[in-house]
């Protein structure tokens, strides 16, 4: 038993939230070993488009529902699905992003993490590459491993910072760009696909076919004016940029709005809840805390529909402050369904590949979507027009 819980606190420590929400669901000794048993879901509206990925042992969930969010925006535009590289997207991004590091002299966090906002600048600035001209494998993996690559850049970027002798040279962009060739590959000038030669800005432009300018971020927030622009207070914001605040059920309505309407929404939320449970596919929040219940509570915490706490904005602000809401995932909503009492659930597409309950997918509560939202992305046309007007 010791030796289980000292593994817990390790993963817990290594940011590996998939193997950490399997060993929180063993530690659930008589938990029913499936959920799906006992909800029933009947879809109500159903989006989903393209396949589930696999991040692999990547901090890059990011680039993985911002891509899937922009391959379901080329769709329903009338385009044909195209599998966007999302190693191309994090690639260019952490070129921006060390930019920003070597200019800020290293007071800005560094590491796999970023934001759905990243997303679209990179395609906007760097274009998109189809995956099979860049799939980042380039170091005899099948799936992404970046722990040896991370410490690498981290390393080399902090020497560059702490070790110049009087003023930067210009050199250290240029070693760092090598550094990431040898890790995922060297981008090519040209690509041939589908029988036709494309730079990354020309098949982006010809191709994927989007308009970057016209995606909104919205967030939720107490401490500063509704409808105004503000700064996303999280460590993954390298880029420093800013989303509209909206009021709590405004932006819940925003994703109901948006999926009425055909569109689906980039969703960056919290997924280190007790409620959050990958392998059986449903995120709730429980009436109760965590330690205020009981064993047979806990037990059946995922059996059934059961009864959830009611988020107030206030409950929501005061778990971003304690910390108990952190920026740690993205995903991508592509549905709603119901389950057997009528109680409406999120369709929500993950990127951990398909080894759970439900292919890859999940079911997320709309209290558990108002509670542990970070930020959502969606196209402007998503939005009621009521909320665009008030925008300022």
Not at 196 to 223: H, L, M, N, R
Not at 280 to 292: H, Q, R, S, T, Y
Not at 382 to 391: G, M, Q, W
Request: glycine content about 8%; aromatic content about 14%.
């Amino acid at each position: 038993m010791q030796k289980l819980f000292v593994l817990f606190f390790c993963l817990i420590a290594t940011g590996n939230l998939f193997a950490q929400d399997n060993l929180v669901n063993s530690l659930k000794a008589n938990q029913s070993d499936s959920a799906k048993a006992k909800f029933q879901f009947t879809p109500i509206i159903n989006l989903e488009n393209s396949p589930v990925k696999n991040q692999g042992s990547s901090g890059t969930c990011w680039s993985y529902s911002g891509n899937s969010f922009l391959e379901s925006e080329m769709m329903r535009g009338g385009k044909e699905f195209v599998d966007i590289s999302e190693i191309y997207t994090v690639r260019c991004a952490y070129i921006d992003r060390a930019r920003n590091y070597v200019r800020m002299h290293g007071n800005i966090g560094w590491g796999d993490g970023a934001e759905l906002h990243d997303v679209v600048s990179t395609y906007k600035k760097w274009g998109a590459m189809p995956y099979e001209q860049y799939t980042g494998l380039n170091y005899g993996t099948s799936k992404n491993k970046f722990g040896e690559m991370q410490a690498a850049l981290e390393g080399m970027l902090k020497g560059i910072v702490e070790n110049r002798n009087g003023k930067l040279t210009k050199n250290w962009l240029p070693a760092f760009t090598a550094a990431l060739d040898a890790y995922l590959g060297k981008v090519p000038e040209t690509f041939r696909w589908n029988g036709k030669e494309y730079t990354p800005q020309t098949f982006a432009a010809e191709v994927v076919g989007i308009s970057p300018d016209k995606y909104i971020e919205f967030g939720s927030y107490t401490y500063v004016p509704f409808y105004q622009s503000t700064m996303m207070m999280v460590p993954d914001n390298w880029s420093l940029q800013s989303v509209y605040n909206l009021p709590l059920n405004e932006m819940t309505a925003v994703v109901d709005h948006a999926l009425a309407n055909g569109y689906t929404v980039g969703w960056a939320t919290d997924v280190s809840e007790k409620g959050f449970s990958w392998k059986n596919g449903v995120a709730i929040v429980p009436e109760k805390e965590i330690e205020d219940m009981s064993a047979d509570e806990i037990k059946v915490m995922f059996d059934g529909p059961k009864k959830e706490r009611t988020i107030t904005p206030e409950l929501r602000e005061e778990a971003f402050d304690n910390y108990t809401t952190t920026d740690d995932h993205g995903m991508h909503i592509v549905g709603l369904a119901k389950d057997q009492n009528g109680k409406e659930y999120y369709m929500v597409k993950n990127s951990w590949g398909d080894a759970n309950d439900y292919k890859g997918y999940l079911y997320v509560s709309k209290a558990y979507f108002q509670y542990k939202t970070t930020a959502i992305l969606v196209h402007e046309g998503a939005v009621p027009p009521a909320t665009l007007r008030k925008l300022q």
